[in-house]
């Protein structure tokens, strides 16, 4: 079936630091995928997404390019700050599904 | 406009007993799926509803049900509820469930704690 694996561990870096968060994905047809964020006590946010190959998605300072290629998502954002600090997943979606398969999550902590 | 809602937003029960828990979707928005999310499982997703009927199911027990209204509200039940049922509940909802992948927005969930 669909699934989606992400980097194992917590994420640690500086403010102003580059982030990178490896998502990798498996699935049949044409999915598309999405970042979404999670702060403390809180339900997940929508970060960005990319319905297509060769797709960007962007939002706040955060990237990530659909790669059908490497079946992959990498999320990436150039200086991190520290309310960037929460916990991210990496998801997809099939066409014609509702259903979202969800990665394990990366803490990431941003120490000022 | 106003995000999804949830209520409660934290319960407490104890083993045996059942729960429902409520959800209201964005205005508009006919689909809603429910996810459970554990430190050790993660987000699994239960099960979606779109017009009232459930579309998708995940591997989830019987215990689990659930039903929508006809205003798109959405309810979910766990019947004899069990330590391992304790969890973060979030439902989230889109604008419809056709042929494209549509947004999921998500409610902040309900904080479910069996003793």
């Known amino acids: 079936g669909d699934s989606v694996t992400q980097m194992e561990g917590p994420v640690t870096l500086s403010e102003e630091a580059f982030l990178t968060i490896n998502c990798t994905y498996t699935a049949t047809g044409y999915p598309s995928l999405f970042w979404y964020v999670q702060y403390p006590g809180e339900g997940l946010q929508l970060l960005l997404k990319a319905t297509k190959a060769d797709d960007k998605g962007s939002n706040k300072g955060f990237e990530a390019t659909y790669r059908k290629e490497t079946t992959s998502f990498h999320l990436e954002k150039g200086s991190v700050q520290v309310s960037d600090s929460a916990v991210y997943f990496c998801?997809?979606?099939?066409?014609?599904?509702?259903?979202?398969?969800f990665g394990k999550g990366n803490q990431v902590v941003v120490i000022p | 406009k106003a995000g999804v809602t949830q209520t409660p937003r934290y319960l407490i029960k104890t083993r045996g007993q059942q729960v429902t828990l409520s959800c209201s979707p964005i205005s508009g928005h006919r689909s809603v799926s429910w996810y459970q999310q554990t430190p050790g499982q993660g987000l699994q997703f239960l099960f979606e509803?779109?017009?009232?009927?459930?579309?998708n199911k995940g591997n989830f027990p019987g215990r689990f049900s659930g039903r929508q209204f006809s205003n798109s509200r959405s309810e979910m039940n766990v019947s004899t509820l069990e330590l391992g049922d304790s969890a973060l509940y979030l439902c989230?909802?889109?604008?419809?469930?056709?042929?494209?992948?549509?947004?999921?927005?998500f409610g902040p969930g309900t904080r479910l704690l069996v003793l």
């Open positions: 998801a997809l979606g099939a066409y014609g599904n509702n259903r979202l398969a």
């Open positions: 989230a909802s889109s604008l419809e469930s056709s042929g494209e992948q549509e947004t999921q927005y």
């Open positions: 509803y779109f017009s009232e009927t459930q579309r």
